[in-house]
């Protein structure tokens, strides 16, 4: 087996990585441009929807959330769709995506390693939850009647794999970065993962509502008795 001869900042200690090749970019540089990027779509987004096809002007909550649609949009199909068809080359690349993610595995090494639970679930996130973010922003604006079926479903499968995401590494006992670092964890690992532990569970309780709202409404113009569970006789 080949050893690898160079250093990288990685865990678990002694991790062989043969193929990694350092970033030319500071890290601050990396994150920064990052970041930014996210800033810059979202404030273009919020500049340009400001009302539905049919002339309703959108309040702040409504742009927000088409704003963190078409941002979740990006993410997904951009920054972790490269990852998740690049898992085995990226480390020793140093176009810009490799090298954010060579940054953010400082905390969670488990990209570098090509993990088969994280690059299957991103794959997944980029390919089906990505397009869904941006047929959640046509809906909306579109008033199209799947909007909250939309929304519901792709609300819960970001959830679902954030949740997934923490709990395999608290199952590997945080192996995989400086257990706690100030910035690798706290800022990278929760830090830049924590809105999709506090934005989905909204936007889910928003659609379930309107789709419990809905079905009543359903239920009352189809004669449907609920209160015993009968179809009036009409």
């Not at 954030?162 to 709990?167: E, G």
Request: with cysteine; proline share 6%; glycine share 10%.
């Amino acid at each position: 087996m080949t050893l690898n001869s160079t250093s990288h900042p990685y865990y678990p200690l002694g991790l062989e990585l043969p193929h990694y090749v350092p970033n030319s970019l500071p890290d601050v540089a990396v994150t920064g441009l990052t970041l930014g990027s996210f800033v810059i779509i979202f404030l273009i987004v919020w500049r340009y929807t400001e009302q539905d096809k049919f002339g309703r002007f959108l309040g702040s909550w409504e742009k927000a959330a088409l704003c963190w649609w078409a941002l979740c949009g990006c993410i997904h199909m951009v920054v972790e769709g490269y990852v998740s068809l690049n898992s085995g080359t990226f480390p020793g690349s140093n176009n810009f995506l490799a090298q954010l993610w060579k940054e953010y595995a400082k905390g969670d090494s488990r990209y570098m390693q090509a993990d088969a639970c994280i690059i299957i679930m991103e794959g997944l996130t980029a390919w089906l939850e990505g397009p869904g973010c941006f047929l959640i922003v046509w809906g909306f604006l579109n008033r199209h009647p799947m909007r909250h079926v939309l929304q519901f479903g792709v609300a819960i499968g970001q959830f679902y794999g954030t949740l997934l995401y923490f709990f395999t590494e608290i199952f590997d006992d945080f192996a995989h970065g400086p257990r706690f670092h100030p910035y690798y964890w706290w800022f990278y690992v929760f830090g830049l993962n924590s809105p999709w532990l506090v934005v989905p569970p909204i936007l889910i309780y928003q659609s379930w509502k309107e789709l419990n709202k809905a079905q009543k409404g359903l239920d009352k113009s189809t004669g449907f008795n609920i209160g015993n569970g009968k179809e009036k006789v009409r």
